[in-house]
């Protein structure tokens, strides 16, 4: 197989690799999204040592570039070819083809390839992947992928499109689940920087004693084992550098950090020289910012240094009025992306996620749809699909609504005791350690009265 460098240049622009045997045998195929096998109705087992005009119904040995490069042995160059699909969808696709030829036997060939979608498959397109630019700039979401009809959710996006022209520093400060990676991503992709790559890290998921070389990188030598590789700063060359937990971070690695944001400028350990960076920085942090700085755990040069925009995110039980709206969200997500069909939610399961205190935020209310999924039988969610532990916080607040005439002391101390002891499970999202240290029993006897009042 020969290919000059200047067809090498234009090959960078395909998305797809595809290889055959000398019969047209497919031994290898790389797709930048395997929704496209979906689409084409086969799994990418399937796929393998099929033949290639087998998977579309107007591909013959006579129209197909890549069976007829492998029949008379000249390569072919940027053809487009309108493909129809099994269920009879028109796909395009522009390819480029060559020969594989090993002592002048043609023993196989291999397309590059792109696909593009005409008007009447254009409702196809939610099922891919976006534009290529969120495949190769390590992001998944934009602004669209915010879904709110809340004032304040809307007067941040509003603030995203304005700060994302900037290339200041910007804090996020928000609860669990509430989004805080979105908003970084959004922001990053309605930049100037899109282009660039969206680099980010947990700060709190790193040993402290690797995170100082993961963030500056490290030169050989430098300890025992080290290697010369660059760290996230010179990673997110070009692009944005997101920083979670940032509060994890110890008072010398904050330091560090905030030297190399003012001079964008860091030095590898190990190095003896310092390199330029261009990047923008978003930091996010899961607690309020006056309290780390009070307390002490997050400096307050740095904080004034990262915060120069502030974010704060409402929690899902201060938009409410979202529930709906995301509820929708997500089912016609997990309809595109699970072989289930739902058509919605029963009103009940409505009310109890209404009601639901949502520590979790918006990630546990779109872990409970996909609960639910995996629970329905039927075309509509109903209580018995949600997480349990939704289940029993209804059935709580039903009993906490009515007025119960207890007939002694005890039975009012056990129902006052069984009251708390769900709302802690649901504020630890059933985690029993955090709540028995909430309720100051030991896990042991959490677990016995879990079992006395068959809260399990």
């Not at 045997?21 to 395997?34: C, P, Q, T, V």
């Amino acid at each position: 197989m020969n290919i000059n460098l200047k067809d090498f240049q234009q090959l960078t622009d395909f998305d797809n690799v595809l290889v055959v045997d000398e019969h047209g045998i497919i031994i290898f195929n790389d797709l930048a999204d395997l929704n496209v096998l979906k689409e084409i109705g086969l799994r990418p087992e399937e796929f393998m040592g099929k033949h290639v005009t087998s998977l579309y119904k107007n591909l013959s040995h006579e129209n197909s570039t890549i069976m007829n490069v492998l029949k008379n042995g000249k390569a072919v160059c940027n053809v487009k070819q309108e493909l129809v699909i099994k269920n009879g969808n028109p796909l395009v696709t522009i390819n480029s083809t060559y020969p594989i030829i090993n002592n002048d036997k043609i023993i196989g060939a291999i397309e590059f390839s792109k696909h593009f979608y005409t008007k009447e498959n254009i409702h196809s397109l939610d099922k891919f992947a976006g534009h290529k630019v969120y495949r190769r700039n390590n992001t998944i979401y934009t602004i669209d992928d915010i879904i709110s009809v809340n004032p304040k959710m809307e007067a941040i996006k509003n603030k995203i499109k304005k700060i994302s022209k900037t290339n200041s520093t910007i804090l996020i400060n928000g609860k669990t689940g509430t989004g805080k990676e979105m908003v970084a991503q959004s922001i990053h992709n309605l930049s100037e920087r899109y282009g660039g790559p969206f680099i980010s890290l947990n700060c709190g998921a790193v040993p402290p004693n690797l995170l100082e070389s993961t963030l500056f990188g490290t030169m050989k030598g430098s300890f025992t084992g080290a290697v010369a590789m660059p760290g996230l700063f010179e990673q997110a060359e070009g692009g944005t550098l997101f920083l979670d937990e940032i509060n994890s971070l110890d008072f010398y690695l904050q330091v560090k950090l905030l030297k190399a944001i003012e001079e964008k400028v860091i030095r590898r350990i190990g190095g003896d020289k310092n390199i330029r960076v261009d990047i923008r920085v978003i930091s996010a942090t899961n607690e309020d910012p006056d309290v780390l700085v009070a307390e002490k755990r997050l400096r307050e040069d740095l904080f004034y240094r990262l915060g120069v925009i502030q974010i704060d995110l409402p929690t899902l039980t201060e938009r409410k009025e979202d529930i709906v709206k995301l509820l929708e969200y997500f089912i016609d997500f997990y309809n595109n992306n699970m072989n289930i069909y739902i058509e919605g939610c029963q009103p009940e399961v409505i009310d109890c996620f209404k009601r639901y205190p949502w520590p979790g935020n918006i990630r546990e209310l779109k872990n409970a749809v996909e609960t639910a999924y995996n629970n329905a039988s039927t075309d509509q969610i109903t209580m018995e699909d949600i997480p349990k532990r939704m289940r029993v916080y209804q059935q709580s607040t039903l009993i906490e609504s009515e007025d119960t005439d207890f007939h002694s002391l005890k039975d009012a101390v056990e129902n006052y005791e069984k009251k708390l002891i769900l709302k802690e499970l649901t504020n630890t999202n059933g985690k029993l350690t955090e709540a028995a240290k909430r309720l100051g029993l030991s896990k042991q006897l959490l677990k016995y009265k879990i079992d006395k009042y068959q809260l399990a």
